[in-house]
Nanobody, 124 residues
Framework: QVQLVESGGGLVQAGDSLRLSCAAS????????MGWFRQAPGKEREFVAA????????YYADSAKGRFTISRDNAKNTVYLQMNSLKPEDTAVYYC?????????????????WGQGTQVTVSS
């Protein structure tokens, strides 16, 4: 059974940090590009960051550059999103996603596997 399970969300204050985790099962993890998307109330789901098989192949949305870092541990089938200097506008449900496309780009339509999401709320 294919599963992506996110954890690590919560309520924090502006300027704080959070680390999200996503544990994958049922897939050959190292073959997938792993990504993070987010969706705020009333807004479309948007790309945050993605990483191919190694740390050198990460790419980010402009809103995430310099504050967020995506990483993966292929031995643990887990992808992480370290979020620093959080802002109220980062408040959203964060989703982990996996894509078998090479490269998948930033479109959520190119990611075929999704987790259930984890809420991140940043208060001002």
């Amino acid at each position: 059974q294919v599963q992506l399970v996110e954890s690590g969300g919560g309520l924090v204050q502006a300027g704080d940090s959070l680390r999200l985790s996503c544990a994958a099962s049922g897939i050959t993890f190292s073959r997938y590009t792993m990504g993070w998307f987010r969706q705020a109330p009333g807004k479309e789901r948007e790309f945050v960051a993605a990483i191919r098989w190694s740390a050198g192949s990460a790419y980010y949305a402009d809103s995430a550059k310099g504050r967020f870092t995506i990483s993966r541990d292929n031995a643990k089938n887990t992808v992480y999103l370290q979020m620093n200097s959080l802002k109220p506008e980062d408040t959203a449900v964060y989703y982990c996603a996996a894509s078998a496309l090479i490269p998948p780009g930033t479109s959520y339509g190119n990611f075929g596997l999704w987790g259930q999401g984890t809420q991140v709320t940043v208060s001002s």
